[in-house]
């Protein structure tokens, strides 16, 4: 077996989802495992490189971590033909330009999302890549979760018949910051700043629902701020001006109805913070990060509807666990793992910069739904 090995540049990595789920989960970890195995036997070990702005900040993350390199100058990073592959974990005003940069540089882009504030950009991205002829992949994170491989086993199982609909539940109460510190940074209550939780969830859901359930179609949604002012990182006041909570239903080409609501303002009475209800004419699951639970048809109880007399039945007990049968890695990691092997034998790569592009309009169209009360609908996206 032979070994070799490719330098990537990680921009944004002092951030929280930069350090955690992609330096020290993802690229640390696989340097750890020796590389990535390629279809040949052979293997791919990592090299990163730390840019961000803060020499001393990055300086302590690499001497904590044994990485030789690091800079805080991108055009610098971007011009060493041994970093090949330009990762970016930016806030999302920033992200558009450097992308273009890197691009330009010919180097092979893996980025958070969204990949930009608007569509356009987005989509303009994707253009100057595949003219480019460069790999690019966006993050799709949710579709690795436990759960949601499990629902995608039962999708491809056949378990449900035809899919009627589906009811998703995100979410959980972020502190105001004035007695208790907020669990989120302050710039995502600010719009200025791209905070808001349309822009930041829309473009999960719409990898989540397009890959497990079929193409959205139209979107109609009510995007709220319920709590108009919050305390900041610095005990200060401030006008919260995005939105923390959004109202929404997807309607799909092939006729299901998705509902989901998305909030920062609500307190949880479910079993985890995201849930799903997926209900067809042959049986129904209810998903989350890690558990499934299912109900076939041949098990459904037969309720009948009685105000006058309270409720015996226990319906939670009518619902069968879906056991784990597999040892499920951090999603994160298998998508590093899954991106780096189609930069090193140039295969495709299904989750790109278009498919980013896709959900940053779920996101723009949802606000503009919103703001002028109708059903948007949403024609398929090409280049």
Known sequence: M??????????????????????????????????V??????????????????????????????????????????????????????????RVEAIRRAIAAGKHIYTEKPTAESFDDALELARLAEAAGVRHGVVHDKLYLPGFQKLRRLIDSGFF???????????????EGDWQPAQRPSWNYRSDDGGGIVSDMFAHWN????????????????????IPKRVDENERE??????????????LENGVIVQLNSSWAVRVNRKELVEFQVDGTLGSAVVGLFGCRIQPRNAT???????????????????????????????????????????????????????????????VEGLRSSAEGRRIDLPAVTL
């Open 2 to 35: 032979t070994q070799q090995s490719i330098g990537i540049i990680m921009n944004g990595v002092s951030g929280r989802m930069g350090y955690r789920q992609h330096l020290l989960r993802s690229i640390l970890a696989i340097r750890e495992q020796g590389g």
């Open 37 to 94: 195995l390629l279809s040949d036997g052979s293997r791919v070990q990592v090299e990163p490189m730390l840019v961000g702005r803060s020499i001393p900040k990055l300086a302590a993350l690499a001497e904590k971590h044994g990485i030789d390199h690091y800079t805080d100058n991108l055009d610098e990073a971007l011009a060493n033909p041994d970093f090949p592959i330009y990762a970016d974990f930016l806030v999302t005003t920033a």
């Open 161 to 175: 018949g035809e899919i009627l609909s589906v009811r998703g539940e995100f979410g959980y109460w972020v502190f």
């Open 207 to 226: 990898y989540v629902i397009e890959n497990l359930f079929g193409r959205i179609e139209s979107v109609y949604a009510r995007a709220v701020t319920h």
């Open 238 to 251: 401030y006008a919260a001006t995005a939105d923390d909570a959004a109202y929404a239903i997807f309607e």
């Open 301 to 363: 109880p037969k309720p009948v509807w009685n105000p006058d007399l309270p409720e015996t039945h226990n319906y939670f007990a009518d619902w069968i666990e879906v056991p784990d049968n597999d040892v499920f890695e951090n999603g994160f990691k298998v998508q590093w793992e899954q991106f780096l092997r189609s930069v090193v034998e140039g295969t495709p790569y299904d989750f790109d910069l278009l498919a980013g592009a896709r959900g940053v309009r779920l996101s």
